[in-house]
């Protein structure tokens, strides 16, 4: 439970750099800064590689010993797409996309990114449900693809398709239960992935070269 917190230039303070923290003027997220929670000082992007490179890591729960888990988001990411002006701009596409994203909050003229966890409307959630999975993969899905996360007794298997625009469905998620030393378990993967499943070939079924679905 270890956070990486980054020292103000300004006072000192060591902050673990969080959304509540970037600022920006309204319609200009390119301008997004950090204001520190300490002393309020607007820090500048130019500031960000000199305090990650004197930033710690925070053991929250030091009474835990034999192993740590550690956390880290992209604000502190030198990487040229993960400015703050950059990572700004993204939120707000996304904010715009999705209403539920997270809250945005008006401050004088500054607009700062808040973080919020919104309740769940249950009836609401239900509604966005989609029709498809393995029986019945959109016509969009022009390939599929598995993604495997190996732990001590079990694999748990996605099994994601993909469209030409970049869309994602989960199709299925599959928990094969054993122990990954065993060649059982590997062997029941196999049978998973050599399945084949029907797809509506819209494409084709257009010039009459194939029916309603096809493989």
């Not at 303070?13 to 600022?23: G, P, Y």
């Not at 378990?185 to 009459?208: F, M, S």
Request: net charge negative; with cysteine; charged share 25%.
């Amino acid at each position: 439970m270890r956070v990486y917190e980054c020292p103000c230039p300004e006072c000192g303070a060591f902050t673990e750099i969080l959304w509540r923290h970037i600022e920006f003027p309204e319609g200009q997220p390119e301008a997004a800064a950090f204001r520190c929670p300490h002393c309020q000082a607007l820090i500048h992007e130019s500031h960000k590689p000199e305090m990650v490179k004197r930033a710690r890591w925070r053991a929250t729960a030091p009474a835990v010993l034999g192993h740590a888990g550690f956390r880290l988001n992209a604000l502190v990411s030198l990487l040229a797409n993960a400015s703050w002006g950059k990572l700004a701009a993204e939120f707000l596409r996304a904010k715009d996309g999705h209403r539920h994203l997270a809250g945005v909050r008006e401050h004088g003229a500054r607009r700062a990114l808040k973080e919020q966890a919104d309740e769940i409307d249950e009836a609401e959630l239900l509604g966005r449900v989609e029709g498809f999975d393995l029986d019945h993969i959109p016509a969009e899905a022009l390939a599929v693809t598995c993604g495997v996360d190996v732990q001590q007794d079990r694999l748990e298997i996605s099994i994601l398709g993909h469209s030409r625009d970049g869309t994602v469905f989960l199709l299925a998620h599959v928990t094969i239960w054993g122990s990954p030393h065993d060649d059982d378990t590997w062997v029941e993967l196999d049978k998973l992935l050599q399945q084949r499943w029907r797809q509506p070939a819209w494409w084709l079924a257009q010039d009459g070269r194939c029916g309603d679905r096809c493989r």
